[in-house]
């Protein structure tokens, strides 16, 4: 007999398609009030029906993160930032652990993604890094800002070379979905921004132990910022 076999989750084609177009917006990469690609082009890039599609976009509407508009300049708009700021409070109080555990696994995997990227980086991941990277500097709004750092971090993962820990290390930062602050502060920005311009160097130097001991300062900033979101619900 075996033993610990856990129970088989059940998923719904439009439960994929929800969970999907959620990440992306937790992720910040679709920001407060974007719009949506039309139907059409949204069901061919994600090869679903449209009948697909729009039951998850019911469900993603009645979620909250979405919002859908009728007439000529209708369309599917990610809802505005006060209402996913409601929904993050929201997932935060139901169990505020979460987040901290997204916290403990960054610490734990992205030292050794650095690790990793400093020996397999491509110019292309440095690329993508140097996008998020610049992407900071033109910020003019919190959402924009954390789709900057994160897309950097994702790019970060992904220099590692390993699937398994981009993809843990995307689920993580997803986790992290927090309020977005009212206002950017630009000293605070800028300290961030040179955290990371340092440590892309120290990748494209492939200096294995500055970019490491870099990764670890960023993140400890990071967890001061997640624990307080933590500590107030």
Not at 98 to 108: N, S
Request: aromatic content about 4%.
């Amino acid at each position: 007999m075996l033993w610990g076999i856990r129970p088989v989750e059940q998923h719904s084609a439009y439960g994929l398609v929800v969970e999907r177009i959620k990440r992306r917006i937790q992720l910040s990469l679709l920001l407060p009030a974007e719009r949506l690609p039309a139907e059409r082009k949204l069901s061919i890039d994600m090869n679903i029906s449209r009948v697909t599609l729009r039951e998850a976009l019911r469900v993603l509407e009645t979620e909250g993160y979405v919002v859908v508009r009728r007439g000529t300049q209708g369309g599917t708009f990610v809802t505005d930032e006060a209402q996913l700021n409601q929904i993050a409070r929201r997932i935060i109080g139901r169990d505020p652990t979460v987040i901290l555990r997204a916290l403990e696994y960054r610490d734990i995997n992205e030292v050794g993604a650095v690790r990793l990227a400093c020996v397999r980086r491509t110019p292309t991941d440095l690329k993508r890094m140097r996008i998020g990277l610049d992407a900071m500097v033109e910020a003019q709004s919190a959402a924009v800002l954390r789709q900057a750092e994160n897309t950097f971090h994702i790019a970060l993962a992904e220099a590692s070379q390993n699937g398994f820990i981009a993809k843990g290390l995307e689920d993580a930062l997803a986790a992290l979905f927090v309020p977005y602050d009212e206002a950017i502060d630009r000293n605070a920005l800028q300290t961030r921004f040179d955290a990371r311009l340092a440590l892309i160097n120290a990748i494209t130097d492939r200096n294995v132990e500055d970019a490491a001991r870099i990764c670890e300062s960023i993140l400890g900033a990071e967890r001061q910022l997640v624990r307080q979101y933590a500590k107030a619900a």
